[in-house]
């Protein structure tokens, strides 16, 4: 009997030292129906990376800790074309950016508010890999719309 439980403290005591996995797998993100990129979680706030907003059509600059959108005077030539975002107006659209593994991420949240949706609250406890799906109205009022 006391053989047991000593076997049994040892398995409990290697599980705890050993740690516990996790694995981060991304958020794939859908904009109105299409893919916009992936969101991580990163110090437990749930963000999405610089580049995939500037492949989906945004014209953003990154300067210190803040993520600026720029309007452009010319429609750019891209060959990416996922959700056809563009820039209504010059103004933040966060001051929370965070590095990644080398890239430039910011809050959904903040994103998400750059469209002009103030009440939006990012999902808890989502499971990996878990999708996310925004649906925002055509030319909204943000500094960020969808186009047509």
Known sequence: MKKSHFILLCFVASALSAGVILEDRP???MLN???LGNALTIDGTLAMSVEDLVKAGATLQVQGNRLVAVV???PSTRSVKVSDIHVVKMSDV???VMMHNGKAYVPLVDVVRAFGVANWVAPMNL???QPISLNFAVNGNG???VGH
Request: hydrophobic residues 35%; aromatic residues 0%.
């Open 27 to 29: 958020h794939p993100l």
């Open 33 to 35: 129906g299409k893919s």
């Open 72 to 74: 452009t005077p010319a």
């Open 94 to 96: 966060s001051s929370h």
């Open 127 to 129: 499971p990996a890999g």
């Open 143 to 145: 500094v960020l719309a």
